[in-house]
Each structure stands twice: as structure tokens, then as C-alpha cells.
């Protein structure tokens, strides 16, 4: 494996701010639980904030995020070791409004990766969906049905909207 040197260049920023921060740092008595018991698993979208809209602050929750909010294998992977070792007896599955990964299809996003990049990522699935709720209960039940989920987690899943900051219930 080849070692490359650090790029600087394009992270010197964020290592300046980071120096900044870890001035006053104040979350060195946290551990790896979840202080609130509770595990979101929602969209990689920068418009969302997930311990803010849910009144929490670092160290309350597990955050799982990628792009749609989709439950894939490696998401069940990490519920199962929050809900056994990391304190978390509460799911809630949060996409949001306005989400890239329900506005088209697959064949749709592939062709538009080709379009703008020339590259074909036909290989991969992007999980999108033309039906958000059912992808949504879908998703929810995958979860609650996972045999190896410790026993008494509770899931529920809701849309975050981003545009008014709400949180809307979806009974699934």
C-alpha cells in the first residue's frame, strides 16, 4: 500500500479551526454510550443538524447517516453493537424532504453521474426511491424484524422537513 503525503493544502483550514476548538474543549468526560439512549439514522444532507433537532447535544446519541437515510447492511451492523454495547434502547429512522435520493430513480442518478463525470456507477445501488414513506416503513420494518437487534428497542421512523425544521411522525 502505497503512504501518501498529507494534503495539506486542502485541509489546512479545518486543521486550524480544529486547533481552535480543541482549546476549550469540553467533551473529554464522554464515553462511547448514548447518554439518551437513542440512535438516528438519517441523511448525509448538510441541512441537517440530528442531535439540534431533537433537543440533544454530543454524547446524547448515536448518528448513522448516508445518502437517503436508507437501512443497508452496514446500518444494521452498527444498531446491533449501539443496542448491545453503546446504551441505545431507541431507533428513529429521519429522512428529510427535499432529498436527492427521492427525487429520482436509480437509472436517473447513474445517468447523471455519467453525464457530468463520464463515470459509470451502474455497479453500485443508491437505494432511491420514488415513495419515501414506504421506503421509510420499509426500512423500519427491516429494522424491528433484524433478529440479532437486542430485544425491547424500540423503532419509529418520521421526515425531517427542511424547511420548516419539523419532525413529522409516520406511523409505519
Known amino acids: 500500500m502505497a503512504i501518501h503525503t498529507f494534503p495539506h493544502e486542502q485541509f489546512d483550514a479545518l486543521l486550524a479551526a480544529n486547533a481552535e476548538y480543541s ?18 439514522v438519517t441523511c448525509m444532507d448538510s441541512r441537517i443538524n440530528p442531535l439540534s433537532v431533537v433537543g440533544m447535544r454530543s454524547g446524547d446519541a448515536k448518528i448513522l447517516r448516508n ?3 436508507r437501512v443497508t447492511e452496514d446500518v444494521i451492523r452498527t444498531l446491533v453493537l449501539a443496542t448491545y454495547l453503546l446504551n441505545v434502547d431507541r431507533i428513529l429512522v429521519m429522512p428529510h424532504t427535499d432529498c436527492a435520493m427521492a427525487r429520482g430513480d436509480e437509472a436517473d442518478i447513474h445517468a447523471l453521474i455519467e453525464e457530468k463525470h463520464g463515470v459509470d456507477t451502474r455497479s453500485l445501488e443508491f437505494r432511491t426511491t420514488r415513495d419515501q414513506s414506504a421506503a421509510l416503513a420499509e426500512d423500519v420494518d427491516r429494522i424491528r424484524a433484524y433478529p440479532l437487534l437486542r430485544d425491547g428497542v424500540t423503532v419509529a421512523g418520521a421526515i425531517y422537513d427542511v424547511t420548516t425544521g419539523t419532525i413529522l411522525p409516520v406511523d409505519c
Open 23 to 40: 482549546k476549550n474543549f469540553k467533551y473529554s468526560d464522554l464515553t462511547g454510550n448514548a447518554i439518551k439512549g437513542l440512535a438516528i
Open 67 to 69: 445518502a437517503g437515510a
